[in-house]
């Protein structure tokens, strides 16, 4: 079983796709995690973030594997695993930068299409439907307002104790979101056959339960 989750940053990919991997038993492969540490990786070796060629070495040298620890779904990287390291507001820029690069993308798509095809999967990203696994068996394309997006950041944010500032977040969000859905390849857009929910007024549970019924019908 093939769950592809995409859609913008903050609009409730990760919550609901958890939910379902946790609830089913299956893999979650959080496709963002994957450019994140590449970014990461980047950022420590001091390359060049422009240079596709060597970002893309960065990328060929990292194998990655995704497993539950304490009910919380963990990357690691070559063995090591990456947490708040690659969820920095740097090296969320960064991870947008490099995915740009086509020949970085075909690195990493190669990579999601075997982790996936290891064992049942929910896969989150922005391409997962049009381009990695675009047989996947439910497709959902998950959206809300920037504001709503932006709102629940920041709680997420001084939650962890970290500051945030509303507005700067927003834009923020929104130049993110114009660089991933105006970028040449695989731009962020919903599959022709894929499910959008909107989750703006929906709690988590709505959105859990909408998702199961997809899922439902396939099994
Ligand atoms: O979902 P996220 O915020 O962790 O993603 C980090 C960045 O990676 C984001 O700018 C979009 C990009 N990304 C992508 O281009 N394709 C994916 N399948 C997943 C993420």
């Not at 104790?161 to 834009?171: H, M, N, P, T, Y």
């Not at 929104?174 to 040449?184: G, S």
């Not at 919903?190 to 396939?218: F, H, N, Y």
Request: hydrophobic share 40%.
């Amino acid at each position: 079983m093939i769950v592809a989750i995409d859609g913008p940053a903050g609009a409730g990919k990760s919550t609901v796709a958890a939910a379902i991997a946790k609830k089913q038993g299956w893999q979650l492969v959080d496709t963002g995690a994957m450019y994140r540490a590449v970014a990461y990786q980047a950022l420590e070796r001091g390359v060049e973030l422009d240079d596709e060629e060597a970002v893309c070495q960065v990328a060929d040298g990292l194998k990655f594997e995704f497993r539950f620890v304490d009910g919380v779904n963990v990357i690691y990287c070559n063995g090591e695993a990456l947490r708040t390291e690659i969820r920095s507001a740097e090296v969320s820029r960064a991870a947008s930068v490099i995915s740009a690069h086509p020949r970085v993308r075909r690195v990493l798509v190669d990579q999601q299409r075997r982790v996936g095809a290891e064992r049942s999967s929910v896969l989150e990203g922005r391409d997962i439907g049009t381009v990695v696994f675009p047989d996947a068996d439910v497709k959902v394309f998950i959206t809300a307002s920037s504001q709503i997006r932006a709102q629940r950041r920041v709680e997420q944010m001084r939650e962890q104790g970290q500051e945030a500032d509303f507005e700067e977040v927003r834009s923020e969000i929104e130049a993110r979101d114009e660089r991933d859905r105006t970028r040449d390849v695989s731009p962020l857009k919903r599959a022709d056959d894929a499910v959008e929910i909107d989750t703006s007024q929906m709690s988590a549970d709505e959105v859990l339960a909408r998702v199961e019924g997809l899922i439902d019908q396939v099994q």
